[in-house]
């Protein structure tokens, strides 16, 4: 039953990608850890003879042909582009980062 | 003292124009003034599309002058939700971080209503990115419930739910991932079907939760309703989860009679926790649906008070995934001076994105990471499974399930925000309806002593909406509710 104590909620927004601020840390990890205590009410079931339902009906391996249809223009594919150069979406440089 | 508005009625506004006794553009430019009149009220849309739904209708009436086939929904105009994708204008999903964004294509659900000859007149609030239960989550403002402007109009389509209440538009789409369709459309007294997983395209609808998230219609009768779900539901190839299940004749279905249907009631949904006017409104209407002739079993859903412990695990951790793409690279807002490509990502994610979706979005990823990923994700599949087993098991002895569609009417702005638990067991009833990807409708069934809206749910198996259409069509016929107008559709 883990409170999700300020590291975790700061090792989480990592892994999300979300910068919080200090305030936030302090918000969420009040929030999350009434969340977290609510959702252990799921330990009450004994679940280890039951498989996982990923999906909702039963359905798998739906695929097409693997042939090339029309796509869109790069103008289409770029109309919302922050930094367009060319053809290219641009953005800050991504080798030599430690954790990218 | 101005009369109240019409109700107005897609089937009929769809029969008028067929016979040239209203044009497309007649209905459009009333539903744009109304629109417009109730916007500063009601909040309900974030864009209002004037200029394209007058080009629209003029070419509508145009083609039909030509004697050039035009649709079953020719001349009628229709709302949609602001998280499905439109190649004109913006869709924004009530987020900072899409304010600007304008679609590459448009969703197979809006290609269908192009192709019958519907008129989009704006695109509608919702909490962002359809994660709420009240409409407040929107960048763009709370919408207003039209019953009493200080109330929530419920979420996450509250948008479109309001505009249909208030008589702007006879029908308009929202989604449902936990009950985002029907819990506004209680809410505001009209009429919201969540279909099948499976039953309508998701292509061109922003995800939330991949495995939960239905479009469906929301309208004032049951009619309207399965006139508008009998466009949008089929195959799409390009959904690979959308199902090949043959379309039913909906209109026809609404005729089925409910005499010998079993409807199951069990006693985990009608327990403590309601409201007690929700309580006995519900009970009135399935009294009601006895009279039709329908017969009440008692079932039991052992695992429904789970529900939501499993959806907010689930629905959270599918979010997390589906959200990743909202990162400034392609489109949308973008950071202003990153340092560098995580600075890029987190910034624009930390100020694009509103607290409710951050919230999520980090319970998701947590319930995801490695160490606790099989004590809450996987452990929630597996209660997913029970869930779903209930209803098979209930659906071997009754053909639907009545449930209520929320523990209260709508509560006043601000009144849960605080306090996001409390708003989500506003889910409740309507959540396991996605977990199991069964269909349900909510039918306005009565008023509290505020006069605020109650719907009744009645849910039923994958593939059975033809059931619940009918059903609820006949419960209209021989009840009011629907007819009642909100005083706060009355315009100037």
Request: proline share 5%; glycine share 8%; net charge negative.
């Amino acid at each position: 039953m883990p409170h999700l104590d300020e590291d975790t909620v700061r090792h989480v927004a990592h892994l999300a990608r979300i910068a919080i601020t200090d305030e936030e840390v302090r918000l969420y990890s009040q929030q999350l850890s009434k969340i977290l205590d609510y959702v252990n009410q799921l330990n009450e079931l004994d679940t280890s003879n039951v498989p996982p339902a990923e999906h909702p009906l039963a359905a798998s391996d739906v695929f097409r042909a693997d042939v090339v249809q029309p796509s869109w223009s790069s103008d289409v594919a770029l109309k919302n582009a922050p930094d367009r150069h060319g053809d290219y979406f641009r953005v800050p440089k991504v080798l030599d980062q430690e954790d990218a | 003292m101005p009369e109240p508005p019409p109700t107005l009625n897609a089937r009929t506004m769809a029969e008028e124009f067929h016979f040239g006794r209203r044009s497309a553009l007649e209905n459009t430019r009333e539903a744009l003034a109304r629109l417009e009149a109730l916007q500063p009220r009601l909040n309900a849309c974030i864009n209002i599309y004037r200029e394209q739904a007058l080009a629209r209708a003029e070419q509508i009436d145009r083609q039909k002058q030509d004697g050039i086939p035009v649709g079953a929904l020719a001349g009628v105009p229709i709302a949609i939700k602001d998280n499905i994708c439109t190649s004109f204008g913006r869709t924004t999903c009530a987020s900072k971080i899409l304010a600007d964004f304008h679609s590459g294509y448009d969703a197979n659900v809006v290609e269908r209503l192009r192709e019958a000859g519907a008129i989009i007149v704006a695109k509608t609030n919702l909490d962002e990115f359809a994660m709420g239960s009240s409409t407040e989550n929107s960048a763009f403002g709370p919408t207003r419930n039209p019953w009493d402007g200080a109330r929530v109009a419920g979420g996450t389509s509250g948008g479109s739910a309001a505009a249909v209440a208030a008589r702007a538009v006879p029908f308009a789409l929202g989604s449902d991932t936990g009950g985002s369709i029907r819990l506004p459309a209680s809410l505001c007294g009209v009429v919201g079907l969540k279909p099948s997983y499976g039953r309508v395209s998701r292509y061109g609808l922003v995800a939330h939760g991949s495995s939960l998230d239905q479009i469906g219609p929301i309208a004032t009768t049951v009619e309207d309703a399965a006139l508008l779900l009998s466009v949008i539901a089929g195959h799409d190839a390009r959904d690979s989860t959308s199902m090949n299940v043959q379309v039913l004749d909906y209109l026809a279905a609404l005729h089925k009679p409910v005499n010998g249907l079993r409807i199951g009631v069990s006693a985990e949904y009608f327990g403590e926790g309601l409201d007690a006017d929700v309580r006995a409104a519900g009970q009135a209407a399935i009294a009601e649906l006895e009279e039709l002739g329908a017969k009440v079993v008692e079932i039991h859903l052992p695992h429904m008070k789970y529900g939501i412990a499993c959806y907010y695990l689930i629905s959270t951790a599918e979010a997390s995934s589906n959200l990743a793409r909202f990162d400034g690279v392609h489109y949308g807002f973008r950071a202003a001076r990153p340092a560098d490509i995580t600075d890029l990502y987190s910034r624009t994610r930390g100020q694009g994105l509103g607290p409710e979706v951050k919230r999520r979005i980090m319970l998701g990823t947590f319930a995801l990471s490695s160490g606790y990923y099989d004590a809450y994700y996987l452990k929630a599949l597996k209660v997913r499974t029970l869930i779903k087993r209930d209803f098979e098991a209930a659906f071997q002895k009754v053909d639907l399930i009545a449930s209520p569609v929320a523990p209260t009417t709508a509560f006043r702005i601000g009144e849960k925000s605080r306090d996001p638990l409390a708003m989500y067991l506003a889910d409740i009833y309507t959540i396991a309806a996605n977990l199991a990807g069964i269909c349900a409708i909510s039918v306005p069934c009565g008023f509290d002593s505020k006069g605020l809206p109650i719907g009744i749910q009645l849910m039923g198996p994958p593939f059975a909406e033809g059931t619940l259409l009918s059903v609820g069509h006949q419960f209209q016929l021989r009840t009011n509710h629907h007819r009642r107008v909100p005083h706060l559709a009355i315009v100037q």
